[in-house]
């Protein structure tokens, strides 16, 4: 008889993601969090690694349920863990079915793939998403540059926007070689049509450098820290 699922308490914090230009929240990304506000990484580490799909799917049920009842009023960026969306290859239309139990238009939500994580067959993960894209779905692929499969995941797949990673991202005014990647990246990203989301923004001067750039899609905080089971209104620079 299978052993019955580990599900620890857990609960939400939701951070928003900004558009400078247009002055807004674009987008909600939810954070899975202990009862008491305690980190993911305390939370995820209670649970069995052989449970971790299981738990995922589960986790993005009740993300959905609460953005739902908070009045969630734009996008909504779930995370998905790679090696359990191939373990769970309904997990995508397991969350699709949650968002519109909950109310929530499944065009709304924007589904996280964290770069960093390892991708056992990715030939078979590139298929998985991009018959998922073909629907419609909206993806981003999260901690760009943070791991060594970004530039082959682009290769395999375009997402429809990258969040690059908060280490690339942070002393960048002052940094040369960060600059340089950063330019390159975007560069890249303008030509397939890939929008940049800068995460882990906390300084002014990173803020200011980023959007001479031309980068507007921001998250950190500089703009706003996550919201235990709230939506936060963030505060926008000038500029």
């Not at 800068?198 to 905080?221: C, I, K, M, P």
């Amino acid at each position: 008889m299978p052993e019955a699922m580990a599900t620890p308490p857990f609960s939400y914090a939701f951070q928003p993601i900004i558009d400078a230009v247009e002055r807004r929240v674009v987008s909600y990304e939810a954070l899975v969090r202990g009862p008491g506000g305690e980190p993911a990484a305390e939370v995820l580490g209670r649970v069995p690694e052989a449970q971790l799909a299981a738990f995922d799917r589960l986790s993005r049920a009740h993300a959905l349920a609460l953005a739902a009842q908070l009045g969630l009023p734009c996008l909504l960026n779930l995370n998905l863990l790679p090696h359990g969306l191939l373990a769970d290859g309904d997990a995508i239309d397991a969350t699709l079915r949650a968002a519109r139990d909950a109310g929530l238009p499944p065009e709304r939500l924007v589904f996280e793939i964290t770069e960093s994580d390892a991708i056992a067959d990715r030939a078979a993960f590139a298929a998985l998403v991009n018959r998922h894209k073909s629907d419609g779905l909206l993806l981003a692929i999260d901690d760009f540059g943070a791991g060594q499969s970004g530039l082959n995941l682009l290769a395999d797949f375009q997402p429809d926007m990258i969040k690059v990673d908060r280490h690339l991202i942070h002393g960048v005014d002052a940094h040369g070689p960060r600059q340089a990647i950063l330019r390159g990246l975007l560069l890249t990203c303008e030509l397939l049509g890939i929008d940049v989301v800068a995460e882990g923004v906390e300084s002014a001067a990173d803020y200011r450098w980023l959007r001479a750039r031309g980068v507007r899609l921001f998250q950190g905080y500089l703009f706003a820290r996550p919201g235990f089971e709230t939506l936060p209104q963030p505060t926008l620079p000038e500029g």
